[in-house]
């Protein structure tokens, strides 16, 4: 054997298997020092619920993550919830951020992490994503950004830098707004139901 304990088989298919069974109880793995004192031996652990059909995983002695028999994965509670794959809570009392996804690069290929949305076959996708080289969060469909939020806190839609020739929309972040367009009409407004004012100018307030 390699180790303490070395399950080996030269044959092909399932191989070795090391099987817990309990009829209504537990089925637990621990990990932790070697000593009878206290429950340092078991500070870490796996467990299979028998009779709630989940599976638990334990750090510094207190349950840390949960998946259900739905397949359903609870982190930092052992209640999942039942309308999405990751239950992630945060600790009471903090403001630790639930969910960090972080780039490995500050430029180029790597520096661009986010989340990605698609159907199982992989077909057109949606996307929210930092540019960290640009400070920039970003959302796309079909493949393209549609809309920016850059590092001063304007708001991009149909263009990703501010620029009154290129077409889109601006909204800046002290209120001033930019709208562009190439060939057509720029500004729809329409009043339904009763007569009135369309648009209203003011000088310092009202």
Not at 28 to 55: C, E, H, L, P
Request: hydrophobic letters at 35%.
């Amino acid at each position: 054997p390699f180790n303490q304990m070395h399950l080996h088989s030269s044959s092909s298919g399932v191989g070795p298997v090391f099987q817990l069974t309990n009829d209504t109880g537990d089925c637990r793995i621990f990990f932790g020092q070697n000593t009878t004192a206290g429950s340092a031996n078991a500070a870490g652990q796996f467990r299979y619920s028998v009779a709630g059909d989940y599976m638990a995983f334990y750090t510094a002695l207190s349950e840390a993550m949960r998946l259900d028999s739905s397949g359903n994965l609870g982190v930092g509670t052992s209640s999942p919830r039942s309308d999405g794959l990751l239950t992630v809570k945060m600790p009471s009392g903090t403001n630790q951020t639930g969910i960090v996804i972080e780039a490995l690069d500050t430029g180029g290929v790597g520096s661009q992490p986010g989340l990605v949305f698609s159907s199982h076959t992989g077909g057109a996708s949606g996307k929210i994503y930092q540019d960290i080289s640009g400070s920039s969060l970003n959302f796309a469909t079909g493949g393209t950004t549609r809309a920016t939020i850059d590092s001063s806190g304007n708001l991009l839609v149909g263009k990703t830098s501010l620029s009154l020739a290129g077409a889109g929309c601006e909204m800046w972040n002290d209120g001033q707004v930019v709208l562009t367009t190439d060939g057509s009409e720029i500004l729809y407004l329409n009043r339904k139901t009763s007569d009135g004012d369309l648009v209203n100018f003011y000088q310092d307030g009202i």
